[in-house]
């Protein structure tokens, strides 16, 4: 039977499932970018693919997981023991190098749950080491996983896990990431059979329903706190790494009551470059901004949350594109854009409620080659913080990951110490937040020195626009990037470029400030 009590012991059970699978993943990985960075999402699902609970990990990766337990669940017939691997961004994925394993939880022969975890791996192959290139055709980005079984029964396909491993750069930093993952599964499959062992299939299934109806009750009550109308708002990205063309994002908002429409008819087609991101990536973003509404804190973060949120998407746009379209710049720096319009529309009808845009970027840092001590290939990637947007009663954060990504920060030591490079300078970049009554936060100044030759990628937004402000406010700068010659030259990069570089050459990235709110 279902109280207020037990609501609340179910509630933090399920989540404790995801989180403590986020601490194996995290304390067994290999790369940086997962075992320093966090790079990784866990979640728990019922047994018809809806998300039941989730880690507090990666906004991108948990608001669109539904998807890649939907397409397992078509493309695989689940046995117990079985792990579905994918990573197709047309078949439940994201981009491609975040992959992610499903496993069905059986209890007395009969499915009654799911679990997942989601990591991004720093090199799935690819025309560019880190698999996010400049590229025109998702082919190009790296090796496609559709949903496959890795482990069929409790046996591990063996060849899968080779093939995987053999078409990155870096096969045993893939070997280790992916048992990482393994290992996180089978910790959350004996969670869930030690909870359903202790309160009865039943019960388990029975408060699985009612957080999801008290989910939707309670972002019901967040949708008719807001004025009912149609809130419309446009914003644009710099370019999609192979035109300079800025690229419109439209979306008008419909509150009607306790439930909204969200549209975004009017944004732009799909793209020749990368930025193009599937809908599963869309409807993430779109439910974390009404969920920061609601307050983390207050609302389980679960499928209930969506049911009185209608999302409208032509097909072959730029946030529902059709295959064979590139999508390696949509899961990181297009989704930041799809936040900064859903709030600049909210901000019409909210406005004492919603902040300042945000550094609006994840400013993607990808390099590669091969290390001039070890004789070895390497590859990192990371993203780099930046300002927060100014809120209505408080200055921005300075130096955060804001809004899709939730990820930490590399420490010095760990990269200095695996590959062959020097950071040079890692500070706030004073006065970058917009000014106002409340000031948006400053963003950062990073520069890399190379101790051998490598390739490089850096996928960035706001360099070409500014993160706007509110309510008067000033907007943030807008972020640089700068390649420095061994020889004392400087060369403006674009927000989005790959090339090569030389020992003694330097890489700089300043990210974009917050923008300002209010009049001071």
Not at 25 to 42: M, V
Not at 60 to 76: C, F, P, R, T, Y
Not at 141 to 167: A, H, M, T, W
Not at 417 to 445: A, C, E, H, L, M
Request: charged share 20%; aromatic share 6%.
């Amino acid at each position: 039977m279902v109280n207020s009590i037990s609501l609340q012991i179910f509630k933090n059970l399920f989540i404790s499932i995801a989180e403590e699978m986020g601490v194996t993943l995290g304390r067994t990985a290999y790369s940086p970018n997962i075992k320093e960075r966090l790079d990784y999402s866990c979640a728990v699902f019922d047994k018809h693919g809806q998300m039941i609970a989730q880690a507090a990990h990666i906004p991108v990766h948990l608001g669109s997981m539904s998807s890649s337990i939907e397409q397992a669940i078509k493309n695989q017939h689940c046995f117990d023991g079985d792990i579905i691997i994918l990573n197709d961004p047309y078949l439940g994925g994201t981009h491609l190098p975040d992959i992610t394993l499903v496993a069905p939880i059986y209890i007395n022969n009969s499915l009654e749950g799911f679990i997942a975890n989601r990591g991004h791996h720093a090199d799935i192959g690819g025309m560019t080491p880190g698999s996010l290139p400049l590229s025109t055709d998702v082919h190009q980005e790296g090796l496609i996983i559709p949903p496959i079984k890795l482990y069929s029964k409790g046996v591990l396909n063996e060849d899968v896990f080779q093939l995987i491993c053999r078409n990155s750069r870096t096969p045993g930093e893939r070997r280790g990431d992916l048992s990482a993952q393994i290992a996180s599964i089978r910790t959350g499959e004996i969670r869930m059979k030690d909870v359903i062992a202790k309160y009865g299939i039943h019960e388990v299934v029975e408060h699985m329903d009612a957080l999801m109806n008290y989910s939707e009750v309670l972002m019901k009550k967040t949708i008719s706190d807001i004025p009912n109308g149609k809130y419309s708002y446009t914003d644009f990205m710099d370019d999609d790494g192979i035109s300079s063309d800025k690229i419109p994002i439209s979306v008008n908002i419909t509150v009607n009551n306790d439930n909204v429409i969200v549209d975004f008819t009017g944004t732009s087609d799909q793209r020749y470059g990368c930025v193009n991101t599937p809908y599963a990536v869309a409807r993430s973003a779109t439910l974390y901004v009404f969920n920061c509404l609601a307050g983390q804190e207050n609302i389980p973060s679960n499928e209930g949350c969506s049911r009185p949120i209608s999302i409208i998407i032509p097909e072959n746009n730029l946030l529902n594109p059709s295959p064979p379209h590139g999508v390696a710049g949509g899961n990181v720096e297009t989704s930041q854009r799809i936040v900064d319009v859903l709030f600049g529309a909210l901000s019409k009808a909210l406005p004492d409620k919603i902040p300042a845009a945000s550094q609006g970027t994840m400013n993607n840092l990808l390099f590669g080659g091969i290390h001039p001590e070890t004789k070895e290939s390497y590859v990192y990637y990371e993203t780099i913080a930046g300002g927060m947007g100014a809120r209505p009663t408080k200055n921005g954060l300075h130096a955060i990951q804001t809004h899709m990504t939730n990820t930490l920060n590399t420490p010095i030591e760990s990269m200095e110490f695996q590959f062959p490079i020097r950071i040079k300078k890692y500070s706030v970049r004073k006065n970058s937040g917009g000014n106002g009554k409340f000031t948006g936060g400053d963003g950062i100044t990073k520069e890399i020195e190379f101790l051998g030759s490598a390739q490089a990628t850096i996928l960035s937004e706001r360099r070409n626009t500014n993160p706007y402000p509110l309510a008067g406010g000033e907007p943030g700068l807008s972020g640089e990037n700068t390649l420095i010659k061994n020889s004392g030259e400087e060369i403006s990069l674009p927000p989005k470029s790959t090339f090569d570089v030389s020992s003694g050459d330097s890489i700089r990235i300043d990210t974009p400030g917050g923008g300002g709110w209010g009049t001071e």
